[in-house]
């Protein structure tokens, strides 16, 4: 039984290497599209975000190629879907490689993420830009072929503490986990703020950015108005208004016939930071030199402000909203932004 399982396993970890040569090898010549690769959860539970990520990786690249590609050459979007889930996500990257992309940009689950960059690591350290995958493990690995545009997990928990302590002057902090998947954790969440409101505690209820939802509005109702409910998060494309997003935002609702996603503007700006890689990198699509490229990148005014990354693979600095529900029908808006290192009332 171990010699079965040791023999799978050789065969297995074969395999993937051997789809990772055929798939680095067709686009690394110095004619034809570029391809990209885009993952995500394009059905099920969190097939909305998914797509919103998908749409926003091939606008982005439409702008790209409508201002001349990359030194001539096109990009083109290949996506495959991973559903939120760790094998499909390695069945995903797995077929793009043999579909011969230079790099994914998209991600929304960490669950299928982190798989996904060890199949890309594995198989030549080919790019992958997430979007939305925030756990720190994804940028801790070690790799030097990845790449966040969201902030982790472990950022924002400070500045959650420093919300509770500095703004809602918080003497004591009870923490709650459901230690359930996300979908389910939104509806707990959703659940819990309606609870609060019939049981008017004395204790204030602050969530993070899992619960900036619309589903969470749409189970929850007016109970997120209660001025003692409130939720910190990062920027999320509706929170964004600078020049660059509220462009993206229009063309978006044109094109799709509806806003884009919460993190649309994360996908569209880390297609745009691959797109100046390759420019920088003189078109060359070979991925230990991309990956430098990528490095050393810095773009001053994308949807989300200025994307540059340190030696991990992260964005430095991130910021942090502090939103509330208001109107009838409820929507999140801002009440605070913490901007190094303090928070400040939102203009």
């Known amino acids: 039984m171990i010699k079965r399982r040791l023999l799978a396993t050789s065969l297995a970890t074969l395999a993937v290497l051997v789809i990772g ?3 680095s090898s067709s686009t690394g010549g110095a004619g034809g599209v570029i391809k990209v690769g885009i993952t995500g959860p394009f059905t099920g539970a ?10 926003a990786g091939e606008l982005a690249i439409e702008d790209i190629n409508s201002a001349g590609g990359i030194n001539g050459r096109m990009l083109q979007a290949v996506a495959q879907d991973d559903a939120c889930d760790a094998q499909q996500g390695t069945q995903a990257a797995e077929k793009l490689l043999t579909l011969g992309i230079v790099a994914i940009v998209g991600g929304y689950c960490s669950g299928a993420s982190i798989p996904e960059s060890d199949i890309l690591h594995r198989s030549g350290d080919l790019p992958f830009i997430t ?3 925030s756990n720190p493990k994804f940028t801790e690995q070690g ?7 969201v902030s982790r997990d472990d950022a924002e928990a400070p500045a959650d503490v420093s919300f509770m302590k500095d703004w809602l002057k918080a003497k004591s902090i009870a923490i709650m986990h459901d230690n359930t998947t996300y979908a389910k954790g939104v509806a707990d969440s959703a659940m819990l703020a309606k609870e609060y409101v019939q049981l008017s505690p004395k204790y204030k209820l602050n969530g993070d950015s899992a619960d900036v939802d619309p589903s969470v509005i749409k189970v929850a109702g007016s109970a997120l108005t209660n001025p003692n409910i409130t939720i910190n998060t990062l920027p999320t494309t509706e929170f964004i208004h600078n020049a660059s997003n509220d462009a993206f935002t229009a063309k978006y609702k044109q094109k799709y016939g509806a806003p884009p996603g919460d993190y649309s503007s994360y996908e569209y700006d880390g297609m ?3 797109a100046q890689a390759l420019k920088d990198n003189g078109g060359n699509t070979d991925a230990k030199s991309l990956n430098t490229a990528l490095h050393a ?4 005014q994308g949807t989300t402000g200025s994307v540059k990354f340190d030696s991990k693979g992260d964005r430095p600095a991130p910021l942090f909203l ?4 208001t109107g009838d029908p409820p929507t999140f808006s801002p009440i605070a932004i913490r901007q190094n290192g303090a928070w400040v009332a939102s203009s």
């Open 21 to 23: 040569a055929c798939g």
């Open 46 to 55: 969190y097939a909305d975000p998914g797509s919103a990520i998908r749409n």
């Open 131 to 133: 979007a939305a995958s």
């Open 143 to 149: 790799y030097d072929n990845v790449f966040r545009m």
């Open 272 to 274: 745009q930071a691959l």
């Open 297 to 300: 990148v810095s773009l001053a």
């Open 322 to 325: 502090a939103v509330h529900a």
